[in-house]
């Protein structure tokens, strides 16, 4: 599935697509192990890891069979988003604070 989209940063990272009225965001609450996933308005799950590859502008993840058919069946996104050299940096922080001590984020 690919998304052209708004986003949307704080603890989280939001993206959603106007045009197809679906989103995905990724959050970690700081005190905790897991990193909620979240699909398709409120369709979530939390997973101790997940492959996700930041390249210029586009977010690639990786859920593998098991965690789609726990959210909507779709095994990996490729998110499109346009942002200034700004917002990205905002964004591979972001994603740093969410994989902190852990495995299988990739940035290019």
Do not use: H
């Not at 106007?18 to 979240?38: G, H, K, P």
């Not at 997940?50 to 990786?62: A, C, G, Q």
């Not at 942002?83 to 299988?104: P, T, Y």
């Amino acid at each position: 599935m690919s998304m052209s989209n708004d986003i949307e940063v704080d603890d989280s990272i939001y993206f959603y697509d106007e045009a197809q009225d679906y989103c995905f965001s990724l959050w970690r609450n700081r005190n905790e192990d897991t990193i909620e996933v979240m699909v398709s308005d409120q369709i979530n799950e939390n997973v101790f890891d997940i492959d996700v590859t930041l390249s210029k502008n586009i977010l690639s993840v990786y859920l593998g069979r098991d965690l789609a058919s726990k959210l909507d069946d779709i095994e990996s996104y490729s998110i499109e988003f346009e942002e200034s050299e700004e917002q990205r940096a905002q964004i591979v922080k972001i994603l740093q604070n969410i994989f902190k001590d852990k495995k299988g984020l990739v940035l290019r």
